[in-house]
């Protein structure tokens, strides 16, 4: 097909946002996501926040239960504004055991020297297209939880150093940041505070008030991005996103 000038269109309207949020065990990214507009929990971990009802469908026991239910909320009529994929480190074993059943394969390494890992990255995009098929087609915000690890990062101007990042097999948290229109850090704040210890010896000493926040920039401590002009420290709550985000992408703050 010839593509001319007169097939320009004007992209002026913000779409809900694809969002990703890691943390540390306990942190409450389950809370934090079901305070979004009407939310669905795509239910692989079952790890319902405490106290917080939330509509959710049966807890996933594959890959294709996830695809289902996915393809429920695509294809069906509802009322649902956001949808809530808790988590992705539950759903990496299976991806990989869906590839496994694709391709015949005993495990994930059977094919060696990474190959299996590559291949996943395709069922991976099975589910990113039904992704983003919720929030281009029916207009829904997505949040997708992950627990957060701390990995070697080889940076090319430094020293290698160890920074926090997502639970995943590395070329499909890759994968996933590319999906995501923000990449959040959830974690508690915390300060340092040196004392004497005596023959010129300095302690370092960790200081927490227990103070939830999220970090929405990149730092050398850990991964995260977003692509609203966000404050790089907010608290841990939906509305606090919700506010920050006015102006830059209302679409996904319709409630």
């Not at 004392?195 to 850990?222: C, H, L, M, P």
Request: glycine share 6%; hydrophobic share 40%.
């Amino acid at each position: 097909m010839a593509i001319s000038l007169s097939s320009l269109n004007r992209l002026d309207s913000p779409k809900p946002p694809r969002i990703i949020l890691y943390g540390v065990a306990g942190i409450g990214k389950n809370t934090f996501a079901s305070a979004a507009p009407k939310p669905v929990l795509v239910n692989i971990e079952d790890g319902q926040p405490s106290g917080t009802p939330i509509d959710a469908f049966p807890r996933a026991q594959s890959f294709q239960d996830v695809m289902d239910a996915l393809t429920a909320l695509c294809s069906e009529d509802h009322d649902f504004e956001t949808a809530v994929v808790d988590s992705l480190d539950w759903l990496e074993p299976m991806v990989w055991a869906e590839t496994c059943s694709r391709n015949k394969w005993a495990d994930i390494e059977a094919p060696g020297f990474g190959k299996g890992y590559i291949a996943a990255l395709d069922v991976w995009r099975d589910y990113f297209d039904a992704i983003n098929f919720l929030r281009d087609e029916k207009g829904m915000a997505v949040i997708q939880t992950a627990h957060a690890q701390i990995t070697r990062f080889d940076s090319p101007e430094t020293e290698p150093y160890d920074r926090y990042g997502i639970k995943l097999q590395k070329r499909a948290s890759e994968l996933v940041q590319e999906h995501a229109d923000m990449v959040l850090f959830a974690n508690f704040k915390v300060n340092t505070t040196k004392t004497d210890a005596g023959f010129n010896k300095k302690v370092t000493r960790g200081v927490g008030s227990g103070q939830r926040v999220i970090y929405t920039e990149e730092r050398a401590a850990f991964l995260a991005k977003n692509r609203h002009r966000l404050p790089p420290e907010l608290p841990l709550d939906w509305n606090a996103l919700a506010a920050a985000m006015v102006g830059a992408s209302p679409a996904a703050l319709a409630a």
